[in-house]
């Protein structure tokens, strides 16, 4: 009955016809008698409530031809076992984030929760850092736990990657320094996509109010900003800029840097390329509209209308579009600071 009840808080509708309830069971209840049993009981349980307009079989027990699903009162069974996990696991281990989710993924997180519970309350938090397959193996016994098979966003959801003193694996952050501003409070970083950008750049970082020019190399810059405290130790308030391509694909490496680590676009850069010829391809692009629409909200209505426009027709706008002389003029007199 628990995986019955499982299935039907995921079923995609409100309802549910009494064929595919059969289908639900058949691996699970091999009679009709059975079935009309299980059926019967949710329904004592206010699980499943018939639709009146639709009837009842003529069959002995008679069931309904259509059901509505109470997910509510699923859910407040998924929060209850929540509640008792809660009780006995360590304080540490934060659960708020199953609460509103679908209840396979408390199903598919458990097991690997109760093993990080375990490893709490023998060793506590690690005081060493160590690369991620060197604790991933401590904690759950599989050291591509963390890097490949979804432990970081786990520990993420628990509350508790920042706390394990793990050492990202991912390639290195490729970066210039400006020497001048490295005791500053206040440090600016510059992201660009391409290197062709980042060559043209490079000479006129010194005369930026910017401490770094950093190489993203397309979408290894997701991976690679996991370095950037590592590799660039130094204690200041950072603000971090992007300039891609302006494709779906670079709104959509932004939007991963975005949604981490509060990345900003350097508009001044994209409101020139506006300015200049479209280019036509790349059309094969997916869409993603969550990016998009999040792009194009740093931008004025008129400006955000072009955008559309060109990404829906197939144009787009290459960082290249802009020559040496071009960027580095926008790079350095530009207001960042405000």
């Not at 984030?97 to 990080?116: A, G, T, V």
């Not at 003193?165 to 970066?175: A, K, Q, T």
């Not at 391409?194 to 490079?202: A, D, F, R, S, V």
């Not at 975005?258 to 997916?286: D, N, T, W």
């Amino acid at each position: 009955m628990k995986s019955i009840k499982k299935q039907l808080a995921v079923f995609s509708r409100k309802t549910i016809r009494l064929d595919e309830l059969e289908d639900i069971m058949k691996e699970v209840l091999q009679t009709y008698e059975d079935f009309a049993e299980a059926i019967l009981e949710l329904e004592a349980a206010g699980i499943l409530n018939m639709v009146k307009s639709k009837g009842r079989t003529s069959r002995v027990p008679s069931l309904a031809f259509l059901y509505r699903i109470n997910k509510s009162l699923l859910a407040e069974s998924h929060h209850k076992q929540l509640q008792q996990y809660r009780l006995n696991l360590h304080p540490l281990l934060n659960l708020d984030y199953y609460y509103n989710q679908d209840p396979s993924i408390w199903d598919r997180d458990r097991d690997y929760i109760i093993k990080l519970d375990n490893y709490i309350k023998t060793e506590y938090l690690p005081i060493e850092p160590v690369p991620a397959p060197e604790r991933s193996f401590e904690l759950v016994g599989d050291e591509k736990w963390i890097t490949e098979k979804g432990g970081k966003e786990l520990l993420e959801r628990v509350g508790l990657f920042d706390r394990l003193n793990i050492i990202p694996v991912s390639e290195p952050l490729m970066f210039a320094i400006n020497p001048d501003k490295v005791m500053a409070p206040t440090q600016y970083h510059l992201i660009v996509e391409n290197k062709t950008t980042y060559q043209g750049l490079l000479p006129a970082l010194p005369e930026t109010v910017f401490a770094t020019l950093i190489y993203g190399a397309g979408k290894a810059v997701i991976k690679c900003m996991e370095q950037f405290p590592l590799q660039y130790p130094v204690e200041a308030n950072h603000q971090f800029y992007y300039f891609g391509d302006l494709d779906r694909e670079g709104i959509s490496i932004w939007y991963s840097l975005f949604k981490k680590h509060s990345i900003r676009l350097a508009l001044p850069f994209y409101l020139v390329c506006l300015e200049k010829e479209m280019a036509k391809g790349k059309e094969y692009q997916k869409e993603n509209k969550e990016a998009q629409d999040r792009f194009l909200s740093f931008f004025k209505l008129e400006q955000q209308q072009q955008i559309h426009s060109l990404l829906k027709n197939g144009f787009y706008h290459p960082q290249e579009t802009l020559k040496t002389r071009e960027l580095q003029e926008i790079w350095r007199k530009s207001n960042w600071t405000s």
